[in-house]
């Protein structure tokens, strides 16, 4: 998310292999940063950009939840199929929103294929792009996740007839990480306690963090980049001005 202006801007930064970074670089969720970035003209969302790993510094943290939600207070809600729809129809429509849960139907899981060679390629090139920064870092492997999830859910949309939200949010790789001595049974368990138990309890005003993909033809297909998950009585205690 972009602060540096009025409101909150939907912004994409991207090569960031982050958990390769040298220790003083390394930031967490809600971290504060300054850096200079580029407009990446490859991708054709107006969003992306691509960070100067040379330029990073980190400015705050934002801790607790009160100060996350005064810092996105004034970002606009929209659902998945408001966003697919007007990806279908515009090229240059949002490529990212925060998205509304009218239903939740559950997480399904299925075993990670692995990357194809083209993904492969990616993030090859993704580590490739950090190293021109002059970071002279030696990535570790990397490894994919052993399972994939995704949520089953309505969307705020009036007519919504159901979505498939693969998550995508590197938390629930480092989770997998964490946990990868578990069987396959442990391991949904402690991510349905995570991305259901937790991020959907009572007392929370639960969101996604949508995304699309650059590709043309997916363009109006939207994932789960992350789950914002704010208490309710944070939301409530907002002033209104």
């Given at each position: ?17 982050f958990r390769h970074?040298?220790?003083?670089l390394q930031f ?79 997480l399904t899981f ?132």
């Amino acid at each position: 998310m972009r602060l540096d202006g009025d409101a909150p801007q939907w912004i994409r930064l991207y090569p960031i292999p982050f958990r390769h970074l040298e220790t003083d670089l390394q930031f967490k969720k809600y971290d504060v940063i300054e850096l200079e970035i580029r407009r990446r003209y490859e991708d054709s969302r107006s969003e992306s950009y691509s960070p100067d790993w040379s330029s990073v510094r980190r400015v705050d943290h934002f801790d607790p939840w009160e100060r996350r939600v005064d810092a996105l207070r004034d970002l606009p809600l929209t659902n998945t199929c408001e966003l697919s729809a007007a990806a279908k129809s515009d090229h240059a429509a949002p490529s990212l929103g925060l998205g509304g849960v009218a239903d939740l139907t559950g997480l399904t899981f299925e075993p990670h294929r692995g990357w194809n060679e083209k993904q492969r390629a990616i993030l090859s090139r993704a580590l490739e792009e950090v190293d021109l920064f002059g970071s002279g870092l030696t990535p570790k492997k990397l490894e994919p996740p052993r399972l994939v999830a995704t949520y089953r859910y309505r969307c705020t949309g009036p007519t919504c007839p159901g979505h498939r939200g693969q998550i995508l949010d590197w938390e629930l790789t480092a989770l997998q990480q964490r946990y990868r001595a578990s069987t396959d049974g442990e391991l949904k368990r402690v991510i349905e306690q995570k991305f259901l138990g937790e991020m959907f309890a009572s007392g929370r005003d639960t969101h996604f963090f949508m995304g699309n993909f650059e590709n043309p033809v997916k363009r109006d297909k939207f994932s789960v980049l992350g789950v914002w998950y704010p208490r309710l009585r944070d939301v409530e205690s907002l002033p209104l001005f």
